[in-house]
């Protein structure tokens, strides 16, 4: 405090540092059950609030507690306990803290659902149904793990910055959805923020018990404090709970969440971000990336991010119709018209209400009029004249698309006279639709012209259209197929099939495509292997650079090897009549799996209309896949890795990888790399001002200055320099260390006449000095080890 | 610093609140907001109505410690408003006037809700002197830590701290010093020394050399100077001057002993020594504790001094022929019979 005289620790006082840290507790409690709390009660989920309390208090209070341990190492044994006895719990427990988690799921999604108008949401099977048990189950284990995250931070910063970050994030969720928390754990949230803001505010937070009272860290200045002062800790927070609790009561009668709502006319942040919102909840983290998952088989024509297919195996369709031969059966959903770089957009490009035109494009794309001629042709008798019937049953696609043969005429009144129904509306879960179809078996004299004979004015030009970034690629690549003018469309067709056939390999695991990358380019440029979303992208625009009208196609595709066991009395006559190549067979039932979702090309031929292209090969990249190194290898980097895989269909559906988490990387490098540089500004800062602290006008000052920096830099190489209590004892030290300062008994007396006198020294005196202390300094970093020298300059 | 960077963070969450609770409609955040806007003027409210009623003192031991003791510096703070305020800065200044040593410190208060506070720091003071402790005033913040508000202050408080050294009776006897000065008698009505001559009061005069009548005709206090009976009477010579880092402590420890002894002994003895407050050389006739103590804190309000006088020099020329114990630096060149003091300190015996 000044020469000769200290200010001795104080002894631990026990029980003061118990109610401090009950007063602590108090304050993580209020935080973690407001925010759970709030987050459970704005879901209207039933939970016991008691007992809730109850355990948060318990862990809170223990949490807290660990921290006013006299060793650190209590601390740790009592983290380790903690862990064992939460594993242990949520070992014993499992049932009801998934049930509880699946509740409170349901719970969102079922809001998500209403809210966001999505036309149907999976929703999770919970094993125990008693929610208010295990949902109060969920809510204790997710707020023990709050509760020891956020008392390291508010014993450690008293931080409302990352007090926010720990409690608030959940809360968004019920406030995006405008669901408010109740009225009691908002106010018992604000308290805890307001809490945190006060203490933080005096600096008082940062005592330890270590600290024995005084002096204070983290304040500026050394001063000595009162740190563990429960009296005034306990009104502060009584104080803050008092503000809240007027505050909350007061506003609760001036206005209620919903007029409140009423005041605002704009919902600019909806309206900006509830398409990314729907995006990452029908399809999670990939959605907000446009790395887009399909769900279900299909994928409405989102074509980036899909890194890898890994199908289930599940039957999504029971199709009920004569036996196919071998010969496979396609099955269409949705059609691509516009390509736009990672995606294929649907028909019906409009926005908003749909409208009677819709009916109009519906017709085009199921192939309304292809359909009515070949039923025109059956009727008439052809010889080739056909007629099926088709059942399909929806038991796992998606349940956005309708299912149906080629050639399918619908019955008017279901599809063309509920035309605001068509989308999204397709065949619901567990629905069957009955459909008739008039397939088309003869192929011959047809798409034998050139694509610059054809009569393409009735055609939507949106099926010629290659986009300006693709023409160069596709360009390059019709040469290298070698595709030319003079060729008819057959003819093109085949050379493309055979050109992937034998150039680009199949597979299942292509990688995702790189953001910002086109899809088909990247396809053609680089990657050179996929899946049929590829194929058919590639083939589509090909055709289209070729002159041909050209769509993307995405639907179920099966064959008699998926013909189920089951025998059904059904009737040949009642499921076909007409020209069938072989004879007449039985009606079968084909389980159709997601594996079987494939994508190709319709392209239109003249005098008849569209038909189906497959272009995807069915050879397969024959990589190692297999093995220790290429399962580390494929977590973490899928592009290069090619696999067997399907080669009839392919289920755009993304599995779960460490690519898939690349997203994650950047942030955390950028946070990285925030940190650095804030580090660095940190310490130039700290250096500059030591610097001007050391150079500053007044030399007594100065002086001092440079002595104090000294001592810090001694202290670094020395821990135990704290005992050389005195300057005497502390130059004469550093002389039999460094051989510096050559007079200490003098450098002593000036530096103790600066620091603890009014004498008027000598200019001369202090420079003397000064340069004696700069050269000790010197000699300091001379001497130190490599290690002690990167402290020293981290310092 | 600390105010700004509250200032800063408590602007940063109001806009960052206010933004969502305009994204969101968020019903919880206009809570929040409404708290954030109520909660500095209560804050400002309570902080300037308790700085009309607050009361702070604080206090040093008022008896004489010795070095190296602990004493407490007790802060007393009066607050009669149930508002608490974690944050009572007192700019503290400390000083030893006798070594000229300053320090200023922030003193961080606790000041609890309608009560009066009573806070104690525990101390060590390693050198001799006097400790003053002297407070111009007092800063609250507010409990956000957004405002400041400032209250003059004049409290002063002191506390004598004396040197303590070890008895040293058996080395004076050892250099002969037992029998050189006469004992006193220090029952009533025993006392054997003449009445040289009749002065006025200076400090440090014993109580009992008052001449009470001739003080009461003359409407001051006058003191008898007296001569021993033997004339032989011990003259201890003091150098207090030439103080190099505090070895001033060690001759007053050894100072302290021997002159402690002396009294143990019975002996009479004057005090020389140089008194750079007064600019001479200053005589204490000393006979009992009592006035051996009274001479100790009289030397406290006294000041050290670098520069050497010389002590020995002057008393020899103003006594030539005299004999005297000289304590003070051991210079190495002593041939009288000596004992050592710490840091290189000895009290010597020079013959007349």
Redesign the interface.
């Known amino acids: 405090m000044m020469d000769g005289l200290y200010l001795k620790p104080q002894r631990t006082n026990g029980r003061q540092l118990f109610y401090h840290g009950c007063l602590r507790s108090l304050i993580v409690f209020c935080i973690v059950f407001g925010s759970v709390g709030g987050f459970l009660s704005a879901f209207e989920l039933p939970f016991s609030m008691l007992a809730v309390a109850f355990f948060y208090l318990l862990l809170s209070v223990y949490a807290s507690l660990l921290y006013t341990a006299p060793k650190v190492y209590y601390r740790d044994i009592g983290y380790v306990v903690f862990f064992v006895l939460f594993l242990g719990m949520i070992y014993l427990l499992r049932d009801l803290a998934n049930s509880g988690l699946y509740e409170v799921v349901n719970a969102v999604l079922r809001l998500a659902e209403t809210f966001f108008d999505l036309p149907g949401v999976r929703e999770y099977q919970v094993r125990i149904d008693n929610p208010f048990l295990t949902v109060t189950v969920l809510a204790v284990f997710a707020g023990m793990l709050e509760i020891l995250v956020l008392n390291i931070w508010i014993y450690v910063t008293m931080g409302i910055g990352w007090t926010l970050m720990i409690s608030f994030p959940l809360l968004l969720i019920p406030l995006y959805m405008k669901r408010t928390p109740d009225l009691f754990f908002s106010f018992v949230l604000t308290g805890g923020y307001l809490s945190v803001l006060f203490f933080k505010a005096n600096g008082h937070f940062a005592s330890y018990p270590a600290d024995n009272g005084i002096p204070m860290r983290k304040f500026q200045k050394k001063m000595p404090g009162y740190t563990q002062d429960r009296q005034s800790f306990a009104a502060v927070f009584v104080t803050a709970v008092l503000i809240c609790a007027m505050t909350a009561v007061l506003l609760s009668g001036l206005t209620t969440p919903t007029r409140f709502e009423h005041r605002f006319r704009r919902d600019e942040l909806r309206s900006r971000s509830s398409e990314t919102i729907v995006n990452f909840l029908m399809l999670g983290f990939a959605g907000l990336f446009n790395w887009y998952d399909a769900t279900g088989g299909m994928s409405g024509g989102k074509l980036g991010g899909v890194a890898r297919i890994r199908p289930d195996n599940q039957v999504d369709l029971y199709v009920t119709c004569v036996s196919c031969g071998g010969d496979a059966v396609y099955l269409k959903a949705f059609t691509g018209g516009r390509y736009a770089g990672n995606e294929w957009q649907d028909l019906y490009e409009h926005e908003g209400k749909r409208d009677e035109r819709d009916a109009d494009v519906f017709a085009a794309e199921s192939l309304r009029a292809e359909a009515e001629a070949l039923k025109d042709a059956y009727e008439d008798g052809a010889p080739d004249g056909a007629c099926g019937r088709m059942d399909i049953k929806n038991v796992g696609a998606d349940e956005h698309y309708l299912y149906y043969p080629y050639y399918t005429l619908m019955d008017d009144d279901t599809i063309y006279d509920r035309y605001d129904m068509i989308l999204p509306e397709g065949i619901s879960l567990w629905e069957e639709a009955r459909y008739r179809y008039y397939p088309k078996q003869n192929w011959r004299g047809l798409g034998e012209s050139r694509p610059s004979e054809m009569d393409l004015t009735q055609i939507d030009p949106v099926f010629l259209d290659v986009p300006a970034q693709n023409q160069d690629v596709l360009a390059a690549e019709c040469a290298r197929i070698g595709l030319t003018a003079d060729m008819s469309e057959n003819q093109i067709a085949r050379e493309i099939a055979s050109y992937f056939d034998e150039n680009i390999p199949y597979t299942l695991r292509p990688g995702a495509t790189p953001q910002g990358e086109d899809f088909v380019n990247y396809f053609l440029t680089k990657n050179r292997r996929g899946y049929c979303a590829h194929f058919a992208s590639a083939a589509t625009l090909i055709f289209r650079q070729m002159g041909i009208p050209a769509r993307y196609v995405e639907g179920y595709v099966f064959t008699e090897e998926n013909a189920t066991e089951s025998v059904g009395e059904y009737r040949y006559e009642d499921y076909y009549d007409g020209y069938l190549p072989g004879g007449e067979t039985v009606v079968r039932e084909y389980g159709v799996t997601d594996a079987m979702a494939h994508a190709w090309v319709e392209i239109y031929v003249p005098d008849f209309g569209w038909r189906v292209v497959e272009v995807t090969p069915g050879n397969v990249d024959a990589e190692e896949s297999e093995g220790l190194w290429y399962a580390i290898a494929n977590a973490f980097n899928e592009r290069d890795m090619g696999t067997a895989g399907d080669a009839v269909g392919g289920k755009l559906f993304r599995a779960f990888t460490m690519s898939g988490l690349a997203w994650l990387l950047y942030p955390a490098l950028l946070f990285l790399a925030a940190l650095i540089v804030l580090r660095i500004g940190q310490l130039t800062v700290r250096k500059l001002r030591r610097y001007a602290r050391r150079h500053q006008k007044n030399e007594r000052e100065a002086l001092i200055a440079c002595y104090e920096q000294l001592c810090e830099m001694e202290r670094i190489c020395d821990p135990g320099f704290d005992r050389y209590r005195s300057h005497r004892e502390q130059l004469l030290r550093y002389r039999r260390n460094y051989g510096l300062p050559t007079e200490p008994k003098q450098v002593c007396a000036i530096l103790e006449e600066a620091s603890f006198s009014r004498h008027v020294l000598p200019p001369e005196a202090l420079y003397e000095t000064y340069t004696e202390l700069r050269g000790l300094r010197k000699a300091i970093g001379r001497n130190a080890d490599m290690r002690t020298k990167v402290r020293l300059l981290l310092r | 610093?600390?105010q700004i960077r509250?200032i800063v963070?408590?602007v940063v969450?109001f806009l960052l609140n206010l933004y969502?609770m305009?994204?969101?409609?968020?019903?919880?955040?206009?809570?929040?907001l409404?708290?954030l806007l109520?909660?500095p003027i209560?804050s400002l409210l309570?902080v300037w109505v308790l700085s009309l009623g607050f009361q702070i003192s604080f206090g040093l031991p008022k008896e004489a410690l010795t070095a190296g003791e602990?004493f407490c510096l007790c802060f007393q703070i009066e607050n009669p408003y149930h508002?608490?305020?974690?944050?009572a800065?007192v700019r503290v200044k400390?000083?030893?006037p006798f070594?000229?040593?300053?320090?200023v410190?922030?003193?961080?208060?606790?000041?609890?809700?309608g009560r009066r506070?009573k806070?104690s720091?525990?101390?060590?003071?390693?050198?001799c002197g006097r400790?003053v402790i002297r407070a111009d005033e007092v800063v609250f913040?507010d409990?956000?830590?957004?405002f400041r508000w400032k209250k003059k202050l004049d409290a002063k408080s002191e506390c004598l701290i004396l040197p303590h050294g070890n008895l040293r009776a058996q080395e004076m006897e050892r250099t002969g010093l037992h029998g050189e000065s006469e004992p006193a008698g220090n029952e009533k009505g025993y006392d054997f020394s003449e009445v040289s001559d009749i002065r006025e009061y200076r400090p440090g005069d014993l109580l009992k050399d008052i001449h009470w009548k001739l003080s009461v005709k003359k409407d001051e206090l006058m003191v008898k100077e007296r001569i021993g009976l033997a004339d032989q009477r011990l003259n201890v010579v003091l150098e207090l001057g030439g103080d190099?880092?505090?070895r001033l402590d060690a001759v007053l420890t050894l100072a302290d002993g021997i002159t402690r002894a002396l009294v143990q002994e019975k002996l009479l003895f004057t005090l020389f020594y140089y008194s750079t407050a007064q600019d001479k050389i200053c005589e204490f006739p000393i006979s009992d504790e009592a006035g051996r103590r009274q001479w100790l804190k009289l030397l406290m309000y006294d000041r050290a001094d670098?520069r050497s006088r010389y002590i020995r020099n002057i008393f020899e020329n103003e006594h030539p022929g005299s004999a005297y114990l000289y304590i003070g630096y051991d210079d190495g060149n002593a041939k009288e019979p000596v004992i050592y003091g710490e840091q290189r300190t000895a009290a010597v015996l020079v013959e007349g």
């Open positions: 610093m600390r509250n963070r408590y969450l969502v305009l994204a969101f409609h968020s019903y919880l955040n206009l809570i929040f409404v708290v109520a909660a209560v309570a602990e508002i608490p305020l974690v944050n800065y400390l000083s030893n070594y000229g040593s300053e320090g410190h922030t003193w961080n208060l606790p000041v609890r809700a506070t806070l720091y525990p101390l060590v003071m390693e050198h400790v913040m409990l956000l830590g957004l190099d880092s505090f670098s």
